[in-house]
């Protein structure tokens, strides 16, 4: 009886060492990607240091428009608008109470969840095609409206962000290393989400409305929560890509800015790990700049780029594609 209890357990304690192996490579994995990430501005030069800045905010930018997908189940075509939200929330406080990127982060983050849901409540109707043409009205119209409102947002010209967030620390590194901080802070932040109870409801939601309802959680409930928390993740890329690039103006939120994130969220297969956000946040960066000098056969290009990294993504391994994607949603 010993002996039969003591074989019965033997595969479970091989199974249980597998997956600790596993588990114990995955941090080792994640260990040596931080320090690579943490040690590369000392042999990179400035440029790079500078567009590696960039890809990380963008990197967060496209989380938020992933996590609208797989929670929410909605496509967003204007996120652009809550990524612009942040970056003027930075730079209206640096020109007019003269706080940098260290007190302002935070008040964008409320702004632009804030404006999630004064959009999301009227809209709280609409799904599908629907919200996504309401979303790409919004985009279409804020070039305009900051525009209009030229004598506090700058007009053309836009505004501009100076101010160091840490003095001990060179500007250069600032427009790396913060971004970079921001982005495992939110991941981070939303693996914790990702095992709450509402995380839990909001994906209950999104399967079987009809369930969710009879168990006493509202649809009208989800959509506000999914818009406000993806926007307040959008605002704070915008707040980060403000400062990374010293600048904000009217030309970077265009209805193109918003359409961007949605391709980066797809070529990130609408990931929420760090892996898959900066593989998104690295092909809406540096593509653009790859085919700067491509003349009329850019958006051939762009398109067979797009096209070659999403298929050959897919055709990887399941168990790969899982780690890349940070686990389902």
Known sequence: MVQGAVADHAPAAGVTGGAGGHRLTMRIGVAVGLLFLLLLPLVAGGYWTFTLGLCFANA??????SFLVRYGGEVSIGHGVFVAAGAYTVALME??????LLFSLPVAAVVGAAMGLVFA????????????????????ALPEVL????????????????????PVMGKSLQRYYLPLMGLFLVVALLWRFRRSRQATALLLIRTSAHAAESFGVR??????????????????????????????????FTLWTSIFLLVGSVVSLYSLSVVG??????????????LAGAGDWV??????????????????????????EGGRA
């Open 95 to 100: 020109k007019y109470f003269g706080l940098s």
């Open 147 to 166: 525009l209009h409102f030229s004598s506090v947002t700058g007009g053309y010209e836009g505004l501009y962000v100076k101010l160091d967030a840490l």
């Open 277 to 290: 956000s900066i593989v998104g946040g690295l092909f809406l960066t540096l593509m653009p700049l790859l």
């Open 219 to 252: 649809r009208s409930w989800a959509r506000l929560s999914c818009v406000a928390l993806s926007a307040g993740i959008a605002a704070i890329a915008g707040a980060l890509l403000s400062f990374s690039s010293s600048t904000v103006s009217p030309n970077s």
């Open 299 to 324: 958006p051939i290009l762009y398109g067979g780029a797009l096209l070659g990294v999403v298929l050959g993504v897919n055709a990887l391994p399941a168990g790969l594609r899982a780690r890349l």
């Open 121 to 140: 409540y009227p809209s709280r109707n609409l799904f599908g095609i629907g919200l996504s043409v309401t979303t790409m009205a919004l985009a279409l």
């Open 60 to 65: 967060i930018a496209i989380i938020s428009v």
